[in-house]
T-cell receptor, first 111, second 112 residues
Framework: GNSVTQMEGPVTLSEEAFLTINCTYTATGYPSLFWYVQYPGEGLQLLLKATKADDKGSNKGFEATYRKETTSFHLEKGSVQVSDSAVYFC??????????FGTGTSLTVIP | NAGVTQTPKFRVLKTGQSMTLLCAQDMNHEYMYWYRQDPGMGLRLIHYSVGEGTTAKGEVPDGYNVSRLKKQNFLLGLESAAPSQTSVYFCASNLWAEDEQFFGPGTRLTVL
């Protein structure tokens, strides 16, 4: 079947620290991979995506590389800010229109 | 351009009551989705629609019904609410299946 597993939180970091949120997946076929971010009280917003193996998605200083050999799509940022505090969801989409989301990882960045 | 909007934002129901959640999008999107978000469970797909007049079941459809009479609106109904339906409900839409999904702000529903 199709599923996404991401590291459990909550994660608390100091400002300017390095961030990694792990995400691994199981999928039939060739999935597209996504990271969504949810700020408090809001809906999910697309952060970045990658549609094929070895693609790197990037946005707002965040990056993730689609690794087919390890079935992973880990989210990284070199220097987090307080404004990055949110819940981050890894997701995949296989052929068709159904998305599969991970359970979310809460990130809090303290000054 | 309001994007995806949801009505209401909050609601408290008693067990057995019914209600309808409204999702509206002004982006002329073909596809629309209803998810529920529960702690430790991520988002789970309830129902979705691939166009006006069509609906299909997702991962957790039991206890819910949907309708898509107009392209811009997707309604989620609970005929007889149960405490297990206490959740945050999100609507999403996209133009094509391959596109990113655009999410509404969510509806927090509590069933007592």
């Amino acid at each position: 079947g199709n599923s996404v597993t991401q590291m459990e939180g909550p994660v608390t970091l100091s400002e300017e620290a390095f961030l990694t949120i792990n995400c691994t997946y199981t999928a039939t076929g060739y999935p597209s991979l996504f990271w969504y971010v949810q700020y408090p009280g809001e809906g999910l917003q697309l952060l970045l995506k990658a549609t094929k193996a070895d693609d790197k998605g990037s946005n707002k200083g965040f990056e993730a590389t689609y690794r087919k050999e390890t079935t992973s799509f880990h989210l990284e940022k070199g220097s987090v800010q307080v404004s990055d505090s949110a819940v981050y969801f890894c997701a995949l989409r296989v052929t068709g229109n159904q998305f599969y989301f991970g359970t979310g990882t809460s990130l809090t960045v303290i000054p | 351009n309001a994007g995806v909007t949801q009505t209401p934002k909050f609601r408290v129901l008693k067990t057995g009551q019914s209600m309808t959640l409204l999702c509206a999008q002004d982006m002329n999107h073909e596809y629309m989705y209803w998810y529920r978000q529960d702690p430790g469970m991520g988002l789970r797909l309830i129902h979705y629609s691939v166009g006006e007049g069509t609906t299909a079941k997702g991962e957790v459809p039991d206890g819910y019904n949907v309708s898509r009479l107009k392209k811009q609106n997707f309604l989620l109904g609970l005929e007889s609410a149960a405490p297990s339906q206490t959740s945050v409900y999100f609507c999403a839409s996209n133009l094509w299946a391959e596109d990113e999904q655009f999410f509404g702000p969510g509806t927090r529903l509590t069933v007592l």
